[in-house]
């Protein structure tokens, strides 16, 4: 009886893990990653079952051909990390995405715009992206770090207006990171028209699960193998 009750807990623990894992974008978006780091990233993301691995876009070629048949998809990142590029840039890094082989898309807002309340560009500069995207979703981050409440949710609007799958965060190259203040303001705003990617400063299971608890349906995280071990 304690043996089966036993087997019973470590499988319990170890679905839970699984479904945690299931939901991570395990991540390397650093200057100076080399080949070798990405191949670790892929290889660790199909031990682990995460959801995709997140990249900037030089690599997503290469890991679209380390990662076939693997079921882990490829968010390739867009206007990163600053979202201050011309819309005609973000377009054009996206279409390279999709031709690479990228299964989603996080792109960065244009902080600037919004804070000067043109929400007119920023809901084109979104759409635009997902225009590219031909399908595939379109994670956008607000960067919080740098927004007030009030423009934090006219950002999700914003966001919801242009097609968005998601809205996220942070960069995790900002002043600040994740927050669940921020990600129940960002659930509480767009409700079920999208979702909502919690990123940056994630670093235990206890923060993670915070993030979840607070609304978050996906986690940008670089420390995935620490947090899915509890």
Same mark, same amino acid.
Request: aromatic letters at 0%.
């Given at each position: 009886m304690r043996g089966r009750l036993g087997t019973c807990l =470590? +499988?319990?623990? #170890?679905?839970?893990? &699984?479904?945690l894992a299931s939901i991570i974008d395990h991540t390397n978006l650093k200057a100076d990653a080399t080949k070798a780091d990405l191949v670790r990233l892929c290889d660790e993301a199909k031990r682990y079952g995460f959801a995709s691995v997140a990249i900037n876009g030089c690599w997503t070629a290469s890991v679209s051909e380390w990662l076939a048949g693997s079921g882990v998809g490829?968010?390739?990142?867009v206007g990163f990390p600053l979202g201050a590029a011309a819309t005609a840039g973000k377009a054009?890094?996206?279409?390279?995405? =999709?031709? $690479? +082989?990228?299964?989603?898309? $996080? &792109?960065?807002?244009n902080v600037g715009k919004l804070i000067d309340g043109d929400d007119n560009y920023v809901v084109s500069d979104i759409a635009e992206v =997902? #225009? &590219?995207?031909? +399908? #595939?979703p379109v994670k956008v981050i607000l960067e919080c770090c740098l927004l007030d409440d009030e423009q934090i949710v006219r950002a999700c609007e914003d966001c919801v207006e242009a097609g968005a799958s998601f809205v996220k965060t942070s960069t995790g190259f900002g002043t600040g990171g994740a927050t669940v203040h921020d990600v129940e303001l960002m659930r509480r705003t767009v409700g079920e028209r999208c979702k909502v990617k919690a990123a940056g400063g994630i670093h235990s299971r206890q923060?993670?699960?915070a993030m979840v608890k607070a609304g978050a349906d996906r986690l940008g995280v670089s420390a995935s193998i620490a947090i899915i071990g509890g």
């Open positions: =470590v +499988g319990r623990e #170890r679905e839970k893990h &699984m479904n490829i968010t390739t990142c054009a890094e996206a279409h390279q995405a =999709v031709i $690479d +082989g990228t299964t989603e898309l $996080d &792109m960065v807002i =997902v #225009r &590219m995207a031909e +399908g #595939r923060e993670a699960e």
